[in-house]
């Protein structure tokens, strides 16, 4: 680390890098980011040029090997995050990753065991827990305000026309709508719980061949008798909400991803809806990620948390494709 800053280089030319994670880094005042790297030279070169970054590599190993970055950010397709986070790590390079951490508790167990045999911090790419929505509605809970939580509901859904060539519809790449969008749906019942799931039981449905679902719908039940119903798409209307009711009343989250909007309070026959403006997500995100690594700072949410969501998620995936009840694996 040069003036305590993290130097970063990026996997892969990805959207969500290009559009989110390198301009959230430019907000803080500990993040740099130094290289990009893309399997397709020009690629790279033409991302670098376009966003003032530095260095530029054909390859993920020359960008790795690198010796004057400190972390990469790995946005690859979800079923690179093992192979890469693992030589990122065995090459002493701490790694944003983003979701989902893995496809497999087996590979998730694995890249936590690289990071800590290599003394790097490894961290999923979750930005909606950073937004005050879902935090005021896990302090909500926690305080019992709506009494003993009974149901969740939570969804992310979107429309995708153009599936030619899209990650999202390959098996090969561990796509589909659960592993790509339900994820979040998952993580927010987990995280406005404060618990992990027990059990899961699912439906999956392949509108077109792909051979990963297109649209998914869950249940998880959670210790206490709380059943949240998770569901994903990638050909409905979009929706990115939560919903958890309790039996003294109700919170609402219209939308996740909102960094300005509402929460929807009803306790009994009040009403409140509070506004909560929220700093950009991503730049919280780099700016904490950044400051573990200058301070060993431990992660307000460490791998074990995305080991602990990957586990529900292959259990979701599991009851779908077996059509029975599966117990969802508890980490540790």
């Not at 890469?84 to 087996?106: Q, Y």
């Not at 937004?131 to 939580?149: F, K, M, Q, S, W």
């Not at 950009?280 to 949410?301: A, H, I, Y």
Request: with cysteine.
């Amino acid at each position: 680390m040069q003036n305590n800053v993290v130097r970063y280089g990026v996997l892969s030319t990805a959207n969500i890098a290009l559009k989110r994670l390198i301009p959230a880094a430019r907000e803080t005042s500990n993040s740099e980011v130094v290289a990009i790297s893309s399997r397709d030279e020009s690629k790279a070169r033409a991302a670098a040029e376009d966003l003032d970054i530095p260095t530029w590599y054909g390859s993920y190993d020359e960008l790795i090997a690198d010796p004057d970055l400190d972390a990469v950010i790995n946005p690859l397709p979800n079923s690179m995050h093992c192979e890469w986070t693992i030589k990122a790590a065995e090459a002493g390079k701490h790694i944003l990753c983003e979701k989902p951490l893995a496809v497999t508790t087996d590979e998730a167990r694995r890249m936590i065991a690289a990071a800590k045999a290599n003394n790097v911090v490894l961290v999923e790419a979750f930005t909606h827990r950073w937004n005050p929505h879902l935090r005021t509605a896990r302090r909500l809970i926690a305080e019992g305000a709506i009494g003993h939580v009974t149901s969740l509901h939570s969804a992310l859904t979107f429309p995708l026309a153009e599936r030619q060539g899209n990650i999202r519809f390959s098996k090969e790449l561990s796509g589909g709508s659960m592993m790509d969008a339900g994820c979040y749906a998952v993580y927010a019942c987990r995280f406005v719980l404060g618990k992990e799931p027990i059990r899961a039981s699912a439906f999956a449905y392949d509108s077109g061949g792909y051979d990963v679902d297109t649209s998914f719908s869950g249940l998880l039940e959670f210790p206490g008798g709380a059943v949240a119903h998770v569901g994903s798409s990638m050909e409905q209307p979009r929706r990115c909400e939560l919903i958890a009711i309790g039996s003294e009343g109700r919170i609402e989250i219209p939308d996740m991803f909102d960094d300005s909007g509402p929460v929807v309070i009803k306790i009994g026959d009040e009403e409140r809806i509070e506004a909560m403006p929220a700093p950009n997500r991503f730049r919280v995100q780099m700016d904490e990620f950044s400051e573990c690594v200058l301070t060993g700072k431990p992660p307000e949410f460490p791998a074990e948390d995305g080991l602990a969501n990957t586990a529900a998620l292959v259990a979701l995936l599991t009851a779908a494709r077996d059509g029975t009840v599966v117990d969802v694996e508890q980490p540790g």
